[in-house]
């Protein structure tokens, strides 16, 4: 079965700041790799998805994520926050075929402040 | 295109008492998801619905949780007794037909319970 680690729980970042928030998976089979955002008292919105190919994607409000297969990692990063970034952040992963379903990670909290 | 629709978006109830939720998906989308986020955690898969039928329920308590999907659209999830540690947030998702093999989903709002 697949798994998903997120490192941090909690990152404090300055506006205008970069940010990288981490995420490492653990499966036996080729997954597919997807970062969603929750804003408070919302559902979770996707932000960027890895299927195939290139391994940079880039996602909505000017997010990126980095496929790595050997690390079996799919950070997150921006390279300048807004104060409207402040959000849950959750990485998941499905191994795809028939009808796949998606295991998320705990979350990681981006509090940005002025 | 209107979202996944859920409702009631937030509802207390006290431990022992029932409680259902409704889930209506995007239109198209054959596939239906509930998860169960409990505050501080991941959204976790309760049950997964192809049309009418269920795929996945290996996670559902299935002596407190039921779930159907009738007509193939739309869906409810309800939770009879309910205890305290039923408190979290029910999502639901739906997905089309050429994502279901990747598993990208589309969440609807939430529905928040609080067991008192």
């Known amino acids: 079965a697949q798994s998903v680690t997120q490192l941090d729980s909690q990152v404090p970042v300055f506006e205008e700041a970069p940010v990288e928030l981490r995420c490492n998976y653990s499966s036996s089979v080729s997954v597919y790799l997807f970062w969603y955002v929750q804003y408070p008292n919302q559902g979770l919105q996707l932000l960027l998805k890895?299927?195939?190919?290139?391994?940079l994607v880039k996602g909505i409000n000017g997010f990126e994520a980095e496929f790595n297969k050997s690390q079996t990692s799919f950070h997150l990063r921006k390279p300048s926050v807004h104060i409207s970034d402040t959000a849950e952040y959750f990485c998941?992963?499905?191994?795809?075929?028939?009808?796949?379903?998606?295991?998320f990670g705990k979350g990681t909290m981006l509090l940005v402040s002025p | 295109e209107a979202g996944v629709a859920q409702s009631p978006r937030y509802k207390i109830i006290e431990k022992r008492q029932s409680v259902a939720f409704w889930c209506n998906p995007i239109s198209g989308h054959a596939t239906l998801y509930w998860y169960q986020q409990i505050l501080g955690q991941g959204p976790k898969l309760l049950i997964q619905?192809?049309?009418?039928?269920?795929?996945?329920d290996s996670q559902l308590p299935k002596d407190r949780f039921s779930a159907e999907r009738l007509k193939g659209v739309d869906s409810t999830l309800k939770i009879q007794p309910a205890k305290l540690e039923d408190s979290a947030v029910y999502l639901c998702a739906s997905s089309p037909p050429d994502r279901t093999n990747t598993g990208e989903l589309f969440f609807g709002e939430g529905s928040r319970l609080t067991v008192l």
């Open positions: 998941a992963v499905s191994v795809g075929g028939g009808y796949s379903t998606l295991t």
């Open positions: 619905f192809q049309n009418n039928g269920v795929v996945d």
């Open positions: 890895y299927l195939s190919g290139s391994t």
